[in-house]
């Protein structure tokens, strides 16, 4: 592969609802690019982009991938991302470093759930898109219906550069508007051959093709004069095509079959001629100073993204990433300014699928990939040392739903530890993390299927089988009355030197979130100062076991006044235990209540939805706090106990048919009813008699 220039490259994301035909069209514009002789397919497990076994036995992309197609000579970085939104870390890794997107969208169908979401993501990172009807030579596919879907969901001014001829098995090729022309079917992999648009679909042409002109006009005050003076030239319409699509004043519709290879070289030749360079996008900023900036060109100093860390326990860590300025070359060594640290670079490499192409360098623009990096991960920036920048990172979803795992064979919980941490780096909306409360290793994620993918992972790279179980519930104790005097005594005599201390304590409750607070109000030395922190020592400890259902006691305020002690017989251990003691008897009398988490919940929820997902709130013990609307999407925010949330990414998916989005975030904790604490107590003692 000869080496490009920067403004010969174009890095592009193809994301599409799971399912359209991603890795499929992907496939086909790597056969036309004369990247692979045959084009491969899903079903088969045989295409460039799906290489991994997982993707290979499910038949989808769970991860992204980099593949390279050379087309009107210019190098094509075509990243396929995971359509199912339990993998949208992948995402938002791809679409922080690429400068277009392709959004693919199945004609049977129309917009999808998950198309309005990758729809979403795109528009978080302003990137320009083109969008691909694809096939539409399936039975029940209609231009016509895909494209008022585009128009109606996703709230966008879509303008088609083709048209269909024929349709579901009759589909046999596109009539482009821009060129005023019809090509049909390819045979094999040769350029496709202009013909006249067919007399049926001259009209709907010229049609199409004046909207098509004016809205190319409107892109630019120079064009949109000549526009109203006479005819704008095919060379006049493409730049504002190409001004129009990188500003997203606009998104050009497309439509073909990948499959049949029809339509492709025509979404090829529009990915170059109207999808900006990386020299058309500029120069990037420093994260911590904006006056800090970096031109793309091999002449600046180097700077360079990782969007994507792939663990292996055999052959080390590749590492993808985009080089925004300068040129990365092999055997030198740099900065991490995001960790702080310096990186020693083996041979850089292109990828194109699993494939490795050996390059002396990638400049400016290009994306490559390095192994064996030792403290680089995902989102670090690396850099000249001499002339240091911080590129922004990645911003990744937030986690939804989370499980307890443990290891399947006692022994490798260590193990365990070590896979974890390698699949987290690998992907960091995989999280995990050590619940103090409830003693749990926990790992979050986006969906079920995010979860039981990085078990597999870990089995097959790490060799450890897991198990999952739901999480629980951090729940509190604390009590809801003031107790007065409780005086206990600690007194063991076996001969020798025995065991006394006396303590009497008042016992409040605090507002909620204050913790615990502990007053010494002894005087006249009833009991001597070096065995207050005792007394102090063996209440924080009672705390921590509760009284009800074994968690903590939280919110309590503890008023030492008074006691009596031995000048032999008395103790740190002694004042430990009478203390102890003292708390336990207050808290019994103080009313003791469970509290639970309270977590705020903001939905978002197209508007015909809204009503069943406020009933299902309702019936969560949840408390809706106000409804917002935003564009056609209803933002409902809520306060629901954490116990009710445990698997609602589940059946927020199911009621909304994949169309609703949710996050969550603690707020407070409150106390939870008679007759829900009823039901925790009881589970918590039949867990204690179970493990006894």
């Known amino acids: 592969m000869r080496q490009y220039r920067t403004e010969e490259i174009r890095n592009i994301g193809i994301i599409a609802h799971s399912g359209s035909g991603k890795t499929s069209l992907i496939e086909a514009m790597l056969y036309n690019g004369g990247a692979i002789e045959r084009m491969g397919s899903v079903d088969d497990g045989n295409t460039v982009a799906d290489y991994a076994s997982d993707e290979i036995e499910r038949k989808t992309s769970l991860n992204c991938s980099v593949c390279i197609s050379e087309w009107g000579e210019h190098k094509l970085n075509l990243i396929d991302t995971p359509g199912a939104e339990d993998f949208y870390g992948d995402l938002h890794g791809v679409l922080r470093v690429v400068d277009a997107v392709i959004v693919v969208v199945d004609a049977t169908t129309g917009v999808e759930g998950g198309t309005e979401k990758v729809w979403e993501v795109a528009d978080k990172y302003e990137l320009p898109r083109l ?32 048209i269909p001829i024929g349709k579901e098995e009759q589909f046999s090729g596109v009539v482009d508007v821009i060129q005023n022309a019809a090509f049909l079917e390819p045979n094999g992999n040769a350029p496709v051959a202009k013909t006249d648009i067919p007399d049926d679909l001259a009209g709907v042409a010229e049609e199409y093709r004046e909207a098509l002109v004016e809205v190319a006009a409107e892109s630019d005050d120079e064009l949109i004069e000549k526009f109203f003076e006479g005819e704008l030239s095919e060379e006049e319409i493409q730049n504002g095509l190409q001004t129009g699509i990188s500003e997203n004043q606009f998104v050009p519709v497309l439509c073909g079959s990948a499959l049949k290879n029809i339509g492709v070289q025509q979404l090829l030749d529009m990915i170059v001629s109207c999808c900006p360079s990386p020299v058309q996008v500029g120069a990037v900023e420093d994260v911590e100073d ?14 360079a993204l990782v969007f994507k860390t792939i663990a292996d326990p055999f052959s080390g860590q590749l590492s993808l990433f985009r080089v925004y300025s300068g040129s990365l070359a092999g055997d030198i060594q740099v900065a991490n300014s995001t960790k702080g640290g310096t990186e020693r670079l083996g041979k850089p490499t292109f990828m194109n699928g699993k494939q490795a192409i050996n390059t002396p360098n990638i400049p400016a623009g290009d994306i490559g990939a390095l192994t064996k990096l030792t403290a680089t991960h995902t989102g670090d920036t690396l850099c000249d040392r001499d002339a240091t920048i911080k590129l922004p990172g990645i911003e990744f979803p937030n986690t939804v739903i989370s499980y307890a795992i443990s290891p399947a064979r006692e022994g490798d919980d260590e193990k365990l530890m070590t896979a974890l941490t390698r699949i987290s780096e690998e992907d960091p909306s995989f999280q995990i993390e050590r619940n103090d409360v409830t003693k749990q290793l926990l790992v979050s994620g986006l969906g079920d299927l995010h979860i039981t993918v990085n078990r597999d992972r870990i089995v097959e790279k790490f060799g450890v089988e897991t198990q999952v179980a739901t999480p629980k519930v951090p729940y509190r104790e604390t009590v809801r009355r003031r107790v007065q005097n409780i005086q206990e005594r600690h007194k063991k005599q076996s001969g020798g030197k025995g065991q006394f201390g006396d303590v009497t304590i008042n016992l409040a409750p605090l507002g909620r979130g204050e913790g615990f607070e502990f007053i010494n109000s002894i005087k006249g030395g009833v009991i001597p100062s070096n065995y207050i922190p005792a007394v102090e020592k063996g209440i924080r400890q009672r705390m921590g076991l509760g009284v009800l259902a074994g968690y903590p006691l939280v919110d309590i305020e503890i008023d030492l006044h008074d006691g009596k002690y031995h000048d032999v017989d008395s103790s740190d251990m002694a004042f430990q235990i009478a203390g102890s003691m003292a708390f336990a008897t207050a808290v019994q009398q103080a009313e003791p209540c469970l509290l639970e988490p309270i977590m705020n919940v903001s939905i978002s929820v197209p508007e015909q939805y809204m009503g069943n997902i406020i009933g299902d709130l309702n019936g969560r013990r949840g408390q809706v706090m106000g409804v917002e609307q935003v564009g056609k999407k209803q933002i409902i925010q809520a306060m629901v106990p954490q116990s009710e949330m445990l698997r609602y990414s589940i059946d927020l998916k199911s009621m909304t048919s994949a169309r609703g989005n949710f996050t969550t975030e603690f707020a407070r904790y409150e106390i939870v009813p008679d007759d829900v604490a009823q039901k925790v107590i009881a589970a918590s003692k039949t867990e204690e008699e179970e493990e006894a």
């Open 131 to 162: 969008l691909f009807i694809n096939k539409m030579d399936k039975e029940n596919a209609s231009f016509d219906n895909a494209l008022a879907s585009i128009s109606d969901i996703l709230e966008t001014r879509a303008v088609p550069v083709q």
């Open 290 to 303: 904006e006056s800090k900036t970096r031109e793309p060109s091999t002449e600046a100093p180097l700077s």
